[in-house]
């Protein structure tokens, strides 16, 4: 078997994967806003440019914000036992 050291661990844990994929999210966001930008800047001026970077910049912040909010969610409901099943207490006739 081959391991790749490069790719060792990467998928070890969801909440781990979760901010692995959301450091390339805002990655992409960042980058593809960046080029956006500058074609604004060069198309129609800079002010237009300006305008598109502080958007991207919001856009990745609102899109870590929102994970964030949502793993505090998820931790404090793993905190307080919300996440457990609940038994299943409904009686089914074909499973007599």
Same mark, same amino acid.
């Given at each position: 078997?081959?391991?790749?050291?490069?790719?060792?661990?990467?998928?070890?844990?969801?909440?781990?994967?979760a901010?692995?994929?959301?450091?390339?999210?805002?990655l992409?966001?960042?980058?593809?806003?960046?080029?956006?930008?500058?074609?604004?800047?060069?198309?129609?001026?800079?002010?237009?440019?300006?305008?598109?970077?502080?958007?991207?910049?919001?856009? &990745?912040?609102?899109? &870590?914000?929102?994970f964030?909010? &949502?793993?505090?969610v998820?931790a404090?409901?793993?905190?307080?036992?919300?996440?457990?099943q &609940?038994?299943?207490?409904?009686?089914?006739?074909?499973?007599?």
């Amino acid at each position: 078997m081959i391991d790749i050291l490069a790719l060792s661990g990467v998928f070890g844990s969801g909440k781990q994967f979760a901010f692995e994929a959301l450091g390339l999210l805002v990655l992409i966001l960042v980058v593809a806003g960046g080029a956006h930008s500058i074609k604004a800047h060069m198309r129609e001026g800079a002010g237009s440019g300006i305008t598109s970077v502080l958007l991207t910049i919001v856009h &990745a912040a609102l899109l &870590a914000m929102a994970f964030a909010i &949502a793993a505090g969610v998820v931790a404090w409901a793993h905190q307080h036992n919300m996440d457990q099943q &609940a038994p299943n207490s409904v009686v089914q006739p074909w499973s007599q």
